[in-house]
């Protein structure tokens, strides 16, 4: 297992594909690990040295106090492609992700090739719901956890996904129970706190944005909002709900590596 030292704990990541190939940095959702990308991974290392991390929080990497910020989690990717000595990569990040990639291309457009903005949005979701969310958690810990799991098919996958392939939708949702109910709860606090509204014209990389038809966390009219907002940004809707890299994997991983080649 490859782990990078940051100033208070280890980052876990995971490099794959050509040593001379562009650096594609992948950003996890919250509440799953680097293993979400699992899919993409085979056909995105024919081009590109795909590096994944844990998130701070999520699977191997530190769990410490929180609350996180969206800049200290963007703070932590940019450790980490100093650490492995990478100048500029292009990102792609989903959901939580998404809003790190968000605040890496208004705060550190230099070090980004392209940016690719999936199931995000600039806001998601009220304070009301994070509040909620992190009481429940820290309070009951990994019950609450596995409470969590079992709702997140629903909010994750189409009801037909999770019927016709309900291994594959129990595999990512395996990866909340396994998380660190404090680093979840730290992350929940990232997300509520987070707000590219105002932002967004400050990004001058160019940029992808993914939206899943069945999301009703992040909607297509917050993939809209995005495009509207970034300039020059590209926008693609699958038949999908919350996390489209899996449910929809073979004609997601094409449209964005198309995207990623025309860079």
């Known amino acids: 297992m490859a782990h ?14 050509p040593a001379d190939a562009p650096v594609l940095v992948l950003s996890n959702s919250l509440g799953t690990d680097l293993r979400m990308w699992d899919e993409q ?12 991390h844990d998130t701070r929080g999520h699977g191997e ?12 989690l963007g703070g932590d ?18 959901s939580m992700g998404g809003l790190v990639g968000q605040w890496l291309g208004i705060n550190a457009g230099s070090r980004l ?20 969310r992190i009481d429940t958690v820290l309070k009951g810990g990994r019950q609450a956890m596995l409470d969590l799991r079992d709702a997140s098919i629903a909010r994750w996958f189409t009801p037909a ?19 660190s109910p404090e680093g979840y ?19 001058q990389v160019p940029t992808l944005i993914v939206a899943g038809s069945a999301d009703a966390v992040t909607t297509p009219a917050h993939g809209r909002f995005l495009q509207a907002g970034i300039l020059g940004a590209e926008y693609i809707e ?26």
């Open 185 to 203: 709860a730290a992350n929940c606090a990232a997300v509520r706190d987070a707000d590219m509204r105002d932002q967004l014209n400050h990004i």
């Open 41 to 52: 991974v085979p056909i995105w290392t024919e081009h590109f040295r795909v590096l994944r």
């Open 161 to 179: 996904f999770a019927e016709a392939r309900p291994a594959a939708a129990q595999r990512i949702c395996q990866m909340l129970a396994h998380t």
């Open 113 to 132: 090739l392209s940016l690719t903005l999936c199931n995000t949005a600039a806001k998601i979701a009220s304070d009301e719901v994070w509040n909620s």
């Open 77 to 94: 990717v940019l450790a980490l492609l100093d650490a492995l000595d990478i100048e500029q990569a292009h990102f792609v990040g989903l």
């Open 4 to 17: 990078v030292q940051l100033a208070d704990g280890v980052l876990h990541y995971q490099l794959d594909g």
């Open 238 to 263: 699958f038949a999908a709900a919350h996390l489209s890299n899996v449910e929809v994997g073979a004609p997601f991983s094409r449209r964005v590596l198309d995207f990623l080649r025309s860079r």
């Open 61 to 72: 990497s530190l769990v410490t106090e929180g609350p996180y910020s969206i800049e200290q």
